[in-house]
């Protein structure tokens, strides 16, 4: 899903980068950040269900997506 949605920001709507964030201990969803070609760029902390989460953000830039293995020159 995550994979059709930056193909449309950037092949169709021409975004320059992307962002993502999720909790550290969330592995699952930084799994699919770095498979995409994200890169790590900080932590931070925010609320979910009412406690504290440290966060891990993730940022996207175009060349990389294009080059990528999520990116509009490999095959899907």
Not at 33 to 47: D, F, I, K
Not at 48 to 64: A, C, D, I, K, S
């Amino acid at each position: 899903m995550r994979s059709a949605i930056l193909h449309l920001a950037f092949e169709g709507l021409g975004a320059q980068e992307a962002h993502s964030e999720a909790g550290i201990n969330n592995a699952g969803s930084n799994a699919i950040s770095e498979r995409l070609g994200y890169e790590r760029n900080g932590v931070a902390w925010a609320t979910h269900q009412g406690q504290p989460v440290l966060g891990q953000r993730w940022r996207l830039v175009r060349e990389t997506w294009a080059a990528g293995p999520g990116g509009a020159t490999t095959s899907r």
